[in-house]
């Protein structure tokens, strides 16, 4: 089991970034494919009644600033890939809206996309952009800090386990890193859904190991408000190289209002984080 088709979101201003770096670690791994996506704002165009000598002259410099980073990002992308021996593409889009970007990652097996960087703000991918890429894309995430060193290899790995839907499917559609990791470690922190909790525990480790995933069980009596401090801190303690959860296992819109542990692990995190939704 593995990664046949791997996405990556591209910065225009980072270059070889880490989370580029982490896609094509991970496409050498599985010798997938890679496709990178490039978005940013769509075309400045001066409406009629706009004073040209005004403002002309700024969003023509805008608008070739923006169009040379999309060539730098592509040609970064396209000799990394080559350096490291993938088959890559890049694909670039000019638009506020994700619905093109959305609908040609569903063709990938996962996309890596990076943390919000506030230094950053004039590209495409803004602060709100994960959450909203991770509610509609319909396939599993894994999201890399910008301001950490990652390591090249996913060997240690922590589950955000709580029995709910969502870890559920992250735990499966993580599978091809679980099966090649040394270590899996699966931590129960959060509280489980209204629904969930109706339901019996599922034996998790007997079913990883059923995969022939090196699999331990730890529990935690956290709160769930606390959960993402939680699971920061035992992963830092395990040295682990990924976090995997399930996005949004509340009510999405009291997540997104009002915070929870998904809102938290994207502002605070420290290493990547695999998520499914």
């Known amino acids: 089991m593995s990664y046949k088709s791997i996405a990556v979101c591209l910065d225009t201003d980072d270059g070889l970034s880490r989370h580029l770096q982490f896609a094509i670690d991970l496409a050498v791994r599985h010798e997938a494919s890679l496709i990178g ?5 769509s075309p ?5 009644t706009t004073p040209y000598t005004l403002w002309g002259p700024m969003i023509l410099e805008l608008e070739d600033s923006i169009v040379r980073k999309l060539e730098f ?4 992308f396209q000799l990394a890939a080559r350096t490291a021996g993938i088959k890559a593409e890049s694909v670039s889009y000019r638009s506020h809206e994700l619905n093109e970007l959305i609908a040609h990652a569903r063709s990938s097996d996962i996309t890596v996309i990076g943390q919000y960087n506030p230094k950053n703000s004039e590209i495409g991918f803004g602060r709100h952009f994960a ?3 991770i509610l509609k894309l319909g396939r599993p995430v894994v999201i890399v800090p910008f301001a950490e060193q990652v390591s090249r290899r996913v060997d240690r790995i922590v589950i955000a386990w709580d029995g709910g839907r ?3 499917r992250a735990v499966a559609d993580a599978m091809p890193f679980l099966k090649l990791a040394k270590k899996v470690q699966v931590i129960k922190v959060a509280e489980i859904s209204e629904y ?3 339901l019996p525990d599922v034996d998790i480790a007997g079913y990883l190991a ?3 995933v090196n699999v331990e069980v730890e529990i935690s009596e956290t709160p769930d408000f606390s959960a993402s401090d939680c699971l920061l801190k035992r992963a830092a303690q395990l040295e682990a190289d990924l976090v995997v959860m399930g996005a949004y296992g509340h009510h999405r819109l009291t997540e997104i209002v009002l915070g929870g542990v998904t809102h938290t692990m994207l502002n605070k995190m420290n290493l990547p984080v695999f998520m499914s939704y």
């Open 37 to 41: 996506f490039h978005l940013t704002s």
């Open 44 to 48: 400045l165009v001066m409406s009629d």
């Open 73 to 76: 990002a592509k040609e970064t």
């Open 131 to 133: 959450k909203s890429f």
């Open 166 to 168: 969502e870890a559920t």
């Open 196 to 198: 969930d909790k109706e």
């Open 210 to 212: 059923k995969h022939d």
